[in-house]
């Protein structure tokens, strides 16, 4: 019998937050401004969001638009304030100008989070070479997960890079779990699991009418009756 699949739904609010977990979601990741791919929320919101559910809730660690850091002592100082405030879990991802990982910022964040849980974003999928990406990172405290579609256009392109890198599961820098997600569809499902993938990150997929709509309970749920059939 195959594990259950983890589910993890964007919320950017508490009503969010709540129909997630009423629909079956087994994880959040918490931003704002959708239109920018997805930045920090405010402390208030991480805050108010704990208390509501008791699912992990994964909160993004990007101050601006695009995969550079920025000010990295900005975004150390925010870390902290989120850590501060509860925050047990995060997402973060930083590439330099030529695509290559930052490695120096990343490690600066991830030395204040203790040793908490973190997702790499989809800043692997713009990646120059996605394999010396995960090399480097491998072995950073609390990296457990990288979100990817396998392509910076979607799952659609990506899917012959997933279904490669689900075969490398347990080699260096694979050990990571992969949870797919940019433009998933409910027709990738099969395939995925297929090919032993047991993570899903949704979004717009979990509105009914897109990113001005809030999270739908019932999309959710359906959601999660396909990925517990497999």
């Not at 791919?37 to 638009?65: F, K, N």
């Not at 850091?69 to 973060?92: I, K």
């Not at 990506?158 to 080699?171: C, F, H, I, K, P």
């Amino acid at each position: 019998m195959k594990q259950r699949a983890v589910l993890e739904v964007i919320a950017l609010d508490v009503e969010d937050a709540l129909a997630a977990q009423a629909g079956g979601a087994d994880r959040l990741e918490l931003v704002t401004d959708m239109a920018a791919d997805g930045l920090t929320p405010t402390v208030a919101t991480v805050a108010g969001i704990r208390e509501a559910v008791d699912i992990p809730v994964r909160v993004m660690l990007r101050l601006s638009e695009g995969f550079e850091a920025g000010d990295v002592s900005r975004v150390v100082q925010v870390a902290r304030e989120m850590r501060s405030a509860g925050a047990e879990e995060f997402v973060l991802g930083f590439l330099d100008a030529s695509g290559e990982v930052d490695l120096a910022a990343v490690e600066r964040v991830v030395e204040v989070l203790d040793g908490c849980r973190w997702t790499f974003h989809r800043a692997i999928d713009h990646a120059a070479d996605r394999d010396a990406l995960r090399k480097q990172l491998d072995g950073l405290p609390g990296l457990d997960t990288y979100l990817t579609a396998g392509s910076a256009a979607g799952v659609d392109e990506g899917l012959a890079v997933l279904l490669a890198e689900a075969s490398r599961t347990g080699e260096p820098g694979y050990e990571q779990r992969l949870l797919v997600g940019g433009g998933l569809r409910l027709d990738h499902v099969p395939g995925l699991r297929a090919a032993g993938v047991d993570a899903f990150h949704i979004g717009g997929a979990a509105r009914a009418a897109g990113w001005g709509m809030p999270v739908s309970t019932e999309a959710v749920r359906n959601w999660r009756q396909a990925l517990d059939e497999g």
